[in-house]
């Protein structure tokens, strides 16, 4: 059965601070992908990354970056947290080029305060 | 370029009843669309997709949808909405290379006893 983890289901964190958000799938799939979701706009990509030490901007990548060292871990930091980024990340990934569906993590609920 | 459009953030059914949920996309290639459901705190789950085969398709739950190109229409349907379906539930396209979906901004599905 294949699996997406996310490191934390919640979190709460203070103004100013770096937060790490991480995910792992364990399906060998090359492309990895970082959303948050908020009520009323949906998932809005955060970064993508198509392979180790790749990655790319999606739509919404200010105040956000990513790392991906490992294939299976893709990880979403939070250089300097703000309020405005509290919500619900969701990480997945694919298998490259198949257009299968995306397998989802089961999200981590961020707040900041 | 892909999009795709829910109409509705909002649905309510009785128990028993039709369950309606309206997608319309957007593509310049031939489209491969899927459904997704979100129960509360958790990640999306795939319900269906359409991948060119047969535009009626058939998925999980007892839900269904039909491709509809001459309307780029995809939208889902139940016939009998169960307490359980209600959840959060999202249209997806994804992109020629299949590496990019593109979401709604989801439809929440009441269903009243």
């Known amino acids: 059965d294949v699996k997406v983890t996310q490191s934390s289901r919640y979190l709460v964190k203070r103004t100013g601070e770096k937060v790490f958000l991480e995910c792992v799938q364990d399906m060998d799939h090359e492309n990895m992908f970082w959303y948050r979701q908020d009520p009323g706009l949906g998932l809005r990509l955060i970064y993508f990354?198509?392979?180790?030490?790749?990655?790319e901007k999606g739509d919404i990548p200010e105040g956000y970056s990513v790392s991906r060292e490992k294939k299976e871990r893709f990880s979403l930091i939070l250089e300097s947290a703000s309020t405005n980024q509290t919500s619900m990340y969701l990480c997945?990934?694919?298998?490259?080029?198949?257009?299968?569906?995306?397998?989802f993590g089961p999200g981590t609920r961020l707040l900041v305060l | 370029a892909q999009s795709v459009t829910q109409l509705g953030s909002h649905v309510s059914v009785s128990e028993g009843a039709l369950v309606l949920l309206r997608c319309n996309y957007s593509s310049s290639v031939p489209p491969y669309l899927f459904w997704y459901v979100q129960y509360p705190n958790q990640g999306l789950q795939l319900l269906l997709k359409y991948t060119s085969a047969a535009t009626l398709v058939k998925g999980i739950n007892g839900f269904e949808a039909e491709f509809k190109k001459s309307e780029t229409s995809f939208h889902l349907t139940k016939p009998s909405a169960h307490m359980s379906d209600a959840a959060e539930y999202f249209c997806?396209?994804?992109?020629?290379?299949?590496?990019?979906?593109?979401f709604g901004t989801g439809t929440s599905l009441t269903v009243i006893p």
């Open positions: 997806a396209v994804s992109d020629p290379t299949g590496n990019q979906f593109y």
């Open positions: 997945a990934s694919i298998r490259s080029g198949r257009r299968e569906t995306q397998y």
């Open positions: 990354s198509y392979d180790v030490k790749m990655k």
